[in-house]
């Protein structure tokens, strides 16, 4: 059975920084490319971030790009959003997502990221 | 920036039958964006139900079907149940490894 689990997140002042980590299993990690989705509260996911199988490619939506860095390590199934220059509208659940190349097809339950001072 | 637009709400009685759409600000949907559906009730992540344009996930009921709808991509639900109440989000590819989820639709089945 295909489990991801995050977790990392927690309440962080403006201007702050945060590492998120999501745990991976029951699948060959390396041979998947990963996502970063978030949600705000009431709100609809927005995709965040992909990192390809060999870490080698990575896509960041524009809001986050140049302050959050998609990462994975593959001997450790693992995959990490390091966050940076943390902003209010940052606040979110922050899910990782196994990507099929077609579809979002597995989700963790998600870690849940407030940026407030 | 372009914003991919899905309606906010719809309403569907009973085995009836309801089509949400997912279109552009800027420009048409076509099978190319590969869209795909996702189902999300309250508390939950997310379940894909529909991806590459019209291909149902596994254990998805046939109730369901995608499509192409003039300029958008379509979600048909046919024989609408009550537990088919969530929220249903389209999500296209934008090219350049980027991937954009429109704003949802709430179905409310009455």
């Known amino acids: 059975e295909v489990q991801l689990v995050e977790s990392g997140g927690g309440v962080v002042q403006p201007g702050g920084s945060l590492r998120l980590s999501c745990a991976a299993s029951g699948f060959t990690f390396s041979t998947y490319w990963m996502t970063w989705v978030r949600q705000a509260p009431g709100k609809g996911p927005e995709w965040v971030a992909n990192?390809?199988?060999?870490?080698?490619?990575?896509y960041y939506v524009d809001s986050v790009r140049g302050r959050f860095t998609i990462s994975r390590d593959n001997a450790k199934n693992s995959l990490y959003l390091q966050m940076n220059s943390l902003r209010a509208e940052d606040t979110a659940l922050y899910y990782c997502?196994?990507?099929?190349?077609?579809?979002?097809?597995?989700w963790g339950q998600g870690t849940l990221v407030t940026v407030s001072s | 920036q372009t914003v991919v637009t899905q309606e906010p709400s719809f309403s569907v009685s009973p085995g009836g039958t309801v089509t949400l759409t997912c279109g552009l600000s800027?420009?048409?949907?076509?099978?190319?964006?590969?869209p795909s559906w996702y189902q999300q009730t309250p508390g939950q992540a997310p379940r894909t139900l529909i991806y590459n344009t019209n291909t149902r996930s596994s254990g998805v009921p046939d109730r369901f079907s995608g499509s192409i709808l003039g300029n958008k991509a379509a979600l048909t639900i046919t024989g609408a149940q009550a537990d088919d109440e969530s929220d249903y989000y389209c999500?296209?590819?934008?090219?350049?490894?980027?991937?954009?989820f429109g704003g949802g639709t709430k179905l409310t089945v009455v």
């Open positions: 999500v296209l590819y934008m090219g350049s490894g980027i991937w954009v």
């Open positions: 800027s420009g048409s949907v076509s099978s190319s964006y590969n």
């Open positions: 997502a196994r990507y099929t190349g077609y579809d979002f097809d597995s």
């Open positions: 990192i390809k199988k060999d870490g080698s490619q990575k």
